[in-house]
């Protein structure tokens, strides 16, 4: 029996080997792909914590931060439901308010006339207009920007409709009775403000009924009367801000 000489592999023997070398090569490249792979997910747990952490953090700081606040909304007299005691403070605050701040302005005392009370209209647009200023100034989202438009545009606004509407109108005006015939004199600060409470319950139990007919009284004793606490409104009226400040 004769052996084979070692030399070159053949076709049918060297090629297996070679297919041999190869697949434990690719396997080889394989594992290496994958330790390189393992190595990147080293400390992977480590770092899941400490974004738990971050997480946390964050939803912590978000908590203690104070919300914004919302849009202010003003109330409204016109829709406002039947409840004498809550339109009475609502009168009651209004004319604090009227006394503080609009009745500063000379143009504002010119265009609110004694009988303001007796139109619904002038008392929703003082109402919202206060409330603007509140916004502006005292609110938490006040701001100078909100302040130059009440200024610039709202306020402005305001005093020239009722200027169109009720610059001519006076308690007379609303009075029926024969012998009617004193003219008002614009008292100052809030004309007319001993009439709120009547206004505040025709306007919570009647408001679809003719208003009550003003008393049979000349502004200045009218003056006088606000100023002796009787209605629990103009005592208020005199007061300071401290129900519009915060």
């Known amino acids: 029996m004769t052996r084979r000489p070692p030399g070159p592999p053949t076709a049918g023997d060297g090629g297996g080997e070679f297919a041999r070398v190869e697949a434990l090569a690719g396997l080889a490249r394989e594992v290496d792909g994958l330790r390189r792979g393992l190595e990147v997910l080293v400390g992977t747990p480590t770092r899941v914590d400490d974004l738990a952490r971050t997480v946390a953090q964050l939803a912590d700081a978000l908590a203690a931060t104070p919300a914004r606040p919302g849009p202010m909304v003003a109330p409204s007299w016109l829709t406002a439901p039947g409840d004498g005691e809550a339109l009475t403070g609502l009168l009651e605050e209004l004319c604090r308010w009227l006394h503080t701040v609009f009745l500063r302005y000379p143009d504002g005392a010119a265009v609110l006339p004694e009988c303001w009370l007796w139109h619904p209209e002038v008392i929703e647009e003082l109402l919202w207009l206060s409330h603007a200023w509140r916004a502006a ?104 801000r401290k129900g519009w400040s915060r």
């Not at 009722?162 to 024969?178: A, D, I, N």
């Not at 012998?179 to 505040?200: C, F, K, M």
């Open 137 to 240: 100034y005292d609110d938490r989202g006040a701001s100078v920007q909100l302040a130059g438009d009440w200024h610039d545009r709202q306020r402005p606004g305001v005093v020239r409709r009722l200027k169109t509407t009720v610059g001519s109108c006076s308690r007379e005006r609303h009075q029926t009775r024969p012998g009617w015939n004193t003219t008002p004199t614009g008292a100052i600060p809030v004309p007319g403000v001993d009439a709120a409470p009547a206004i505040a319950r025709w306007w919570a139990d009647a408001r679809d009924q003719p208003p009550p007919e003003p008393a049979s009284e000349n502004p200045e004793s009218s003056r006088n009367a606000a100023g002796r606490d009787g209605s629990g409104i103009s005592a208020a009226v005199n007061g300071d």
